[in-house]
């Protein structure tokens, strides 16, 4: 099943933005799920990842501080809070599993202007 991430948009660098991720048909209990984002020609890299009750969440150093995962239980959806965003935050923003499987879905767009 996928989990599908939507939310992004046009933003001025110092902005904030929040992104969701939702599982159709799916609950996200027992699993820990992730963002990730690929910038263009770049790699896909890992963001951050939070256990399914909430209670652990890890961040990669690019983002920490400034970007917070959560996890709404009751609307089965994950969040991730963008804060201070910079230009090099621009990427596509996915949401899958931690550790990730082959089901990307679409991501959602996130671009940053200086």
């Known amino acids: 099943v996928q989990l599908q991430a939507s939310g992004g948009g046009l933003v001025q660098a110092g902005g904030s933005r929040r992104l969701s991720c939702s599982a159709s048909?799916?609950?996200?209990?027992?699993?820990?799920v992730a963002w990730f984002r690929q910038a263009p020609g770049k790699e896909r890299e890992f963001v951050a990842h939070?256990?399914?009750?909430?209670?652990?969440?890890y961040y990669a150093d690019s983002v920490k501080a400034r970007f917070t995962i959560s996890m709404d239980k009751a609307k089965n959806t994950m969040y991730l809070q963008m804060n201070g965003l910079k230009p090099e935050d621009t990427a596509i923003y996915y949401c899958?599993?931690?550790?990730?499987?082959?089901?990307w879905g679409q991501g959602t767009q996130v671009t940053v202007s200086s």
């Open positions: 899958n599993n931690w550790p990730p499987n082959d089901s």
């Open positions: 048909g799916r609950a996200f209990n027992s699993y820990t």
């Open positions: 939070i256990r399914w009750d909430g209670g652990s969440t």
